[in-house]
């Protein structure tokens, strides 16, 4: 299952459901013996030997992935600004779109399942001022057709 | 601030009024006089957003001395808009993979019982 939806501009919120209680789908999502499994979309791959975990606040989170086709690397380096297990964490990227903020909250949905709510804020100073927010998507969305026709 | 074009980009767009200025230009080019004219601001405010966008290479002038038309560029909001696919694209296969993790952890931990 999944919704997702472009929130504004340059955020994005992905909802997703499942199969396993929170406890299992935080540990997969922040031990490296299991982020090698999934980590990297199709067509990528992420050795174990390029993920470093440090599972707390200020820690670091970094992956490696690799084109399978070109062997190009794509590095992530994330900082764990909270960790807190089975709940939530959320990392910033520093050097990605001036510096970007995921946060994934895990919700315990009771039947063994596990809602995630994973938020991203790429461009902070967008979001300094709220009357910048509004209409963003609206524009974003008249755009994405013009940019169709071209 | 950060510098790089993308930043720069969203930067550009976080304001209402230029991302107006934006769909008029889109329809064609024009001058400044005729971009301000839907706007209740002055010339030297439609400036102001026009040198915002300019710089975030959003909008070309051209170089008559009297008129410099301006000009709508796609080619940034294209980055843009491709960076925010990639990324959404990204995390949803990440997602999809993890369902899959899952359940080949669950057959396993099935097969250790059996």
Excluded at chain 1, 98 to 115: A, C, H, K, P, Y
Excluded at chain 2, 91 to 100: G, N, V
């Amino acid at each position: 299952m999944m919704n997702d939806a472009p929130t504004e501009l340059g955020e994005l919120t992905i909802t997703r459901i499942f199969e396993a209680r929170p406890k299992v789908v935080f540990e997969c999502m922040t031990t490296p013996a299991h982020l090698t499994h999934f980590w990297g979309p199709v067509g990528t791959s992420t050795p174990l030997e390029g993920i470093t975990v440090e599972p707390r606040p200020g820690g670091r989170f970094e992956t490696v992935m690799v084109n399978d086709e070109t062997g190009d690397k794509y590095p992530m380096r994330g900082v764990f600004v909270e960790f807190d297990p089975p709940r939530t964490f959320s990392f910033t990227e520093a050097d990605v779109a001036g510096g970007m903020t995921t946060s994934i909250v895990f919700n315990d949905l009771g039947d063994g399942r596990t809602e995630t709510v994973t938020h991203q804020t790429n461009v902070p100073q967008m979001l300094m001022s709220p009357e910048a927010q509004a209409g963003l998507e609206t524009s974003f969305v008249k755009f994405d057709a013009y940019l169709a026709t071209l | 601030m950060a510098n790089d074009p993308l930043s720069q980009t969203f930067a550009a767009l976080a304001d209402p009024t230029r991302r107006a200025i934006l769909v008029r230009l889109a329809q064609g080019q024009a001058t400044v006089n005729e971009v301000a004219e839907p706007f209740e601001m002055s010339l030297q405010a439609v400036s102001k957003h026009l040198k915002a966008l300019e710089a975030a290479g959003l909008i070309s002038r051209g170089h008559d001395a009297q008129y410099r038309p301006c000009h709508f560029e796609p080619a940034p909001l294209e980055a843009a808009s491709s960076w925010i696919t990639t990324n959404q694209r990204v995390w949803t296969e990440r997602f999809d993979q993890l369902e899959q993790h899952l359940k080949r952890m669950r057959h396993d931990q099935k097969k250790e019982k059996e």
